[in-house]
């Protein structure tokens, strides 16, 4: 009997522990092929003169797949790397291979659906089918008290909904034993010449950068809660959330999928168990629920949750600004102190605290005078845990563009003025 092969597409989603498609195609298959494909569409230019993905992203993501890569390893198998556009690389992998069915995580971001759909389309006239699976938030999509159509457009009334009536489900087993289909070349990982980068960088070069991959953030987590280590301490100190712009720096394990959502719940609901609430943790939460809202938020409206007149043609043909006012906000050139300083870290090490986000949005926007697309691909190129519906979900919000416009939580102009201290009738 012809044995079943399930060829398991990784994107987002680096991880072996709360993968619910990876431990169903282990039980629904004889051998599974994981695959990465490195899209070159992700390493090119855009219209708005900046890379899709620049340096400290692409370190992290050949940190994330080369530690998915070792987990395999260790466990008898491999992840197949290839160098291509998935919708043209899959159909020769499926015969080669003989497979009978592909899986992967539905993603929601506009670029990252048409890729999607034309893998799917490519599949079905091979009469192979393309499995979807949603793993990206806190609250899965059929655990919420209202289906998608009915998703509240007002942040605090979505919150509210879904913390009284919803359920965060337990993770996903990591699973121990995995038969991998048999292959002798499973493919190198690129360098960062290969994928655009005129040479390759000393890491003495970047400062702050935090490594990629599943241990690296499962480490984190573990230290962040543990009582008595340093992070701990740090985030229990009083005031420190709103002085300091603490942040606990697990967004960009997120975004690439080291760590599972429900993970970094369970495992804070459990010190909270041990140790007790504190303000902190409470963010780190409340940044999970944000991350939910912007996905569940593109998968109901796409690009209609923008409220810009002809938003798409924003995006194909973007609005003029001045470049050197621009360059200078890029730089951290502004003049302004605290925006210069974030610019500048931003720059460094590919993150920034969201309260340095909303400072460094609310300069170009609403002091500068600069359409918000323009800060949103720049974001785009330079952030490290950048996720579509996050980041242009934040900047519409912050321009006034997005549809939570009745919620004070969106965001409060008027105290990120006074954080400024500028006088917008002054502005430059």
């Known amino acids: 009997m012809k044995s079943k092969k399930i060829l398991v597409w990784f994107r987002n989603d680096l991880r072996l522990h709360d993968n619910e498609m990876l431990v169903e195609a282990i039980a629904k298959s004889d051998s599974i092929l994981p695959v990465y494909f490195f899209d070159p569409r992700y390493f090119d230019d855009t219209r708005f003169s900046t890379s899709k993905t620049g340096l400290n992203r692409t370190l992290f993501l050949l940190e ?142 970047l400062t702050k950068r935090i490594s990629g991959g599943e241990e690296a953030g499962l480490e984190h987590l573990a230290e962040l809660l543990e009582e008595g280590s340093e992070i701990y301490l740090k985030i229990n100190s009083k005031g420190n959330a709103d002085k300091q712009g603490f942040s606990s720096r697990l967004s960009a394990w997120l975004s690439f999928g080291c760590l599972s959502p429900r993970k970094v719940y369970w495992k804070i609901k459990d010190a909270e168990t041990r140790f007790g609430n504190n303000t902190n943790f409470n963010q780190v939460l409340l940044g999970l629920l944000w991350r939910d809202y912007f996905r569940f938020m593109f998968k109901k409206h796409g690009v209609n949750f923008f409220q810009e007149t002809d938003f798409q043609e924003l995006i194909l043909t973007p609005v003029e600004s001045d470049s050197e006012i621009v360059h200078q906000w890029k730089t951290g050139h502004t003049g302004h102190a605290l925006v210069d300083k974030y610019m500048q870290e931003l720059n460094g090490s590919g993150f920034i605290p969201q309260a340095g986000r909303l400072v460094v949005a609310t300069f170009l926007v609403h002091v500068l005078k600069v359409h918000w697309t323009r800060g949103a691909a720049y974001f785009e190129e330079k952030l490290v845990d950048y996720s579509p519906a996050s980041n242009w979900g934040n900047w519409a919000n912050v321009a006034g563009a997005g549809l939570d416009l009745k919620s004070k939580n969106t965001f409060d102009l008027e105290k990120q003025i006074k954080i400024l201290d500028v006088d917008l009738d002054e502005a430059v």
Do not use: M
Not at 70 to 87: S, T, Y
Not at 105 to 132: C, F, M, Y
């Open 64 to 205: 994330s797949v080369d530690a998915l890569r070792k987990a395999f390893q260790q466990k008898g198998g491999d992840i197949l790397i290839v160098h291509g556009k998935p919708e043209e690389e899959i159909l020769e992998l499926v015969e080669r291979f003989e497979i009978s069915e592909v899986y992967h995580h539905r993603e929601v971001g506009p670029e990252e659906t048409a890729i999607s759909a034309s893998v799917e389309d490519a599949l079905w006239k091979q009469k192979i089918n393309l499995k979807h699976f949603i793993g990206h938030t806190l609250y899965n999509k059929e655990d919420l008290p209202f289906p998608i159509k009915d998703i509240p457009d007002v942040f605090s009334q979505f919150k509210k909904k879904t913390e009284r009536d919803a359920i965060v489900k337990s993770c996903f087993e990591t699973p121990q034993n995995i038969t991998f289909v048999e292959n002798d070349i499973w493919g190198d990982l690129p360098d960062l010449q290969v994928l655009g980068f005129e040479q390759n960088v000393e890491e003495d070069n």
